[in-house]
């Protein structure tokens, strides 16, 4: 089979969640350039029909609540009804809390982490992932050939964040902000659900990995890119684009026996 082939997504109908996002849209792109059909899940509409008038006729799009289950099961009959089959889902929404302060009160320190942000991020990134998983991958676990499942995961889901990175030479000790700890935590749990997935349809062929990527450039300050970049050894965060091209490899025929794994892209932070 020739190299074209190999990664080609032709007629492929991929579910996307947090696909409003700024990556979920340009893992959107990639795959409508692939020749691949990107189904795209999110709660913010308004955003899904800017990307699909752009891509008139390439794209299809849902609103989406993924913490919803009464919402993603609806959805899931919607779209199998409208397209027959779906061949792949990708677990891209996830809140990542900014690391600041709200109120003039330290929100991001372990100590003063509210139950509510806790129980919020883990109903987008963790119990998102189950139930799209659940309802889109059964789904996909009827189809002759099987399917793939990708969750985007984080280099931090398998080292703690530097916190250092994040210091303001002006704050205190106590009032540091620090990077909040449910993206570690949730991460880390989609982890184990590509674990389980990957075994639980291996008869039907579906199978399940992690793309676990490091930071994006995309407008941060100069004093944490500064930080963060002495801490990698490539020396800086990725381009917005630097990810599509393990992406479509974990999606397309190029990847048939790759299952249950971690494929990292963070520039050899986690070597270090």
């Known amino acids: 089979m020739t190299s074209k082939k190999l990664f080609n997504l032709s007629k492929k109908v991929i579910v996307i969640t947090g696909a409003a996002g700024f990556l979920g849209q340009i893992y959107s792109d990639a795959i409508i350039k692939q020749g691949g059909f ?65 109120k ?44 793939v499942i990708i969750n985007i995961s984080s280099d931090l889901s398998l080292i703690a964040p530097d916190q250092r990175i994040y210091s303001k030479k002006s704050d205190d000790p106590i009032n540091q902000i620090v990077k909040p700890i449910t993206y570690s935590v949730t991460k880390s749990g989609i982890n184990g659900l590509t674990r389980y997935t990957s075994t639980y349809w291996n008869k039907e062929n579906v199978r399940c990995n992690s793309l676990c990527i490091g930071g994006v450039e995309n407008n941060q300050d100069k004093e944490f890119l500064k930080k963060v970049s002495e801490r990698i050894p490539m020396g800086r965060l990725a381009k917005p684009n630097e990810y599509i091209g393990t992406l479509i490899w974990m999606l397309s025929d190029s990847s048939t026996y790759l299952n249950g794994s971690f494929v990292v892209v963070d520039g050899g932070r986690t070597a270090w």
């Open 104 to 147: 003039q009160k330290n929100f991001t320190r372990l100590e003063d982490f509210s139950l509510e942000e806790w129980n919020k991020d883990i109903a987008v990134n963790l119990t998102g992932s189950f139930l799209t998983t659940k309802y889109f991958g059964s789904l996909i676990s009827k189809n002759k050939k099987g399917g």
């Open 38 to 102: 990107p189904i795209m899940l999110d709660i913010n509409y308004n955003s899904l029909k800017q990307f699909k008038n752009k891509n008139i006729d390439k794209c299809d799009i849902f609103k989406c609540d993924i913490t919803n289950e009464k919402n993603v099961k609806k959805i899931s009959k919607e779209i199998i009804r409208k397209y027959k089959n779906i061949d792949a889902l990708i677990n891209n929404a996830a809140n990542n809390p900014k690391v600041e302060s709200k």
